[in-house]
């Protein structure tokens, strides 16, 4: 199921990151976070305001300015390789009234 946000709210994008051995663990330095269009074009790319509040888990909580579907993902080094985790959500314009489950 694809998370829909209103066009203005904030949503926030999570990341939890594994070792080869299948146990959280925390990237060898600061998470990269990529927005892109359904189409795959790169929207923006963020480096800095990342959160990490436990081993292995990050979250950036992003304020939505761009409609349609969108895809999400956080990147960086573990164990001496490149690893990634996408997701997607969709973000719609709404109109008055507009209640979304």
Do not use: W
């Amino acid at each position: 199921m694809v998370t829909v946000v209103t066009s203005g709210n904030t949503i926030r994008l999570k990341a939890t990151f594994y070792n080869f051995a299948g146990g959280l663990a925390d990237l060898e330095g600061d998470p990269t976070l990529k927005i892109y269009t359904k189409a795959k074009v790169l929207v923006s790319t963020i480096t800095t305001s990342i959160q990490h509040p436990s081993t292995g888990v990050y979250y950036f909580d992003r304020t939505t300015d761009t409609t349609g579907d969108m895809i999400y993902e956080f990147s960086g080094a573990l164990e001496g390789t490149t690893t990634l985790v996408r997701g997607s959500y969709s973000v719609i314009f709404g109109r008055f009234g507009d209640t979304i489950l």
